[in-house]
């Protein structure tokens, strides 16, 4: 089969090249997927460069998230057959075949797209969890998410919606805050080139945000802490400015605000009965059709580079997908 192959960690994705390698087959309990779409995610960029916490064995095939159709079952396996189409992650999805274990897998729901399916559990689950376990936001609460057109700022923005909040959709492109206006349509958007505080405390008749959902750190960590509302929350859910943010305690005591660190992934493993709840729950979700998953760019295996690329600048509004079926 034809895999995209991480052979060394170096910069640049010098160490990356699409090769045929062996077909693999899936042993006790696991499925083998022939893979129709897989996202991209910032782990994967980091992984190339071995920056991310967690580094796989070399030589190994990137891509945390796919979808596709059951080619094969292993050794005990009777809820899957071949024919279903699935979604599922945890490693390899930037091939023509992958293999995953089959307890891990979700039926694709009706209606949705292979790549919509692809790029929805991580995205989500981290949505899910930021906001319903750490933040427990409350209907008719002020979110305002930072990095709003990227994957999990775009899921925090659908999923606050869902989940009655007032949203405030954050970006330094206004071009991405008119697709997300249109077609998600947040309480206010607003850009935070040049400083937004000010902007989002008159939104707020002057409380601030009660929840501020940060991906980005960095200056808009900084300026978050000066719009929080009295007792409000800050999701730290990642740091794509570069820059790790300090916290000035003393403003924390005046304002009696919390910061709250997110690790969808780590949240399962402490707590693994609410960990399998976090995942039914967003996947019930997809089911019933209350979430709009966006996808705004598909590639073909060989131009995986484009792919990584559309994150690496910032230009995706959503979740861009590698198709090694194209």
Request: charged share 25%; aromatic share 8%.
């Amino acid at each position: 089969m034809r895999a995209l192959v991480v052979e060394r960690l170096a910069p640049e994705y010098a160490g990356c090249v699409v090769k045929d390698i062996p077909t693999p087959d899936p042993g006790p309990g696991e499925v083998r997927i022939r893979v129709r779409a897989a996202a991209v995610n910032f782990p994967d960029l980091m992984q190339t460069r071995g920056e991310h916490q967690h580094k796989p064995t070399l030589p190994f095939v990137p891509g945390m998230e796919l979808a596709g159709e059951v080619d094969a079952v292993g050794e005990g396996v009777t809820v899957w057959r071949p024919g279903d189409a699935v979604a599922g992650g945890g490693r390899g999805g930037m091939a023509e075949y992958a293999v995953l274990p089959a307890a891990g897998l979700h039926r694709v729901p009706a209606g949705m797209s292979f790549s919509q399916a692809a790029g929805y559990p991580v995205a989500y689950l981290t949505a899910y969890v930021a906001l319903e376990r750490c933040a427990r936001l409350q209907p008719g609460e002020w979110l305002l998410v930072h990095g709003a057109a990227g994957g999990v700022g775009l899921a925090a923005v659908d999923l606050g919606q869902v989940m009655g909040a007032k949203v405030i959709a954050a970006s330094a492109s206004d071009d991405k805050l008119a697709v997300i206006a249109r077609e998600y349509g947040p309480e206010a958007t607003v850009n935070v080139t040049g400083g937004f505080r000010e902007r989002v405390k008159a939104i707020t008749g002057g409380r601030g945000a009660d929840v501020i959902y940060d991906p980005v750190g960095g200056d808009v960590f900084d300026e978050s802490i000066r719009c929080i509302a009295f007792g409000g929350r800050i999701l730290s859910i990642g740091f794509t400015s570069g820059r790790l943010p300090v916290l000035p305690v003393n403003i924390a005591l005046i304002k009696g605000f919390s910061v709250m660190g997110v690790r969808a992934g780590e949240y399962g493993r402490q707590f693994p009965d609410k960990g399998r709840e976090n995942v039914e729950a967003i996947w019930k979700l997809a089911e019933e059709g209350k979430v709009k998953p966006r996808v705004d760019r598909e590639y073909a295996l060989d131009d995986w580079r484009d792919a990584f690329e559309t994150l690496a600048q910032r230009t995706v509004v959503g979740k861009t997908i590698v198709r090694p079926d194209l």
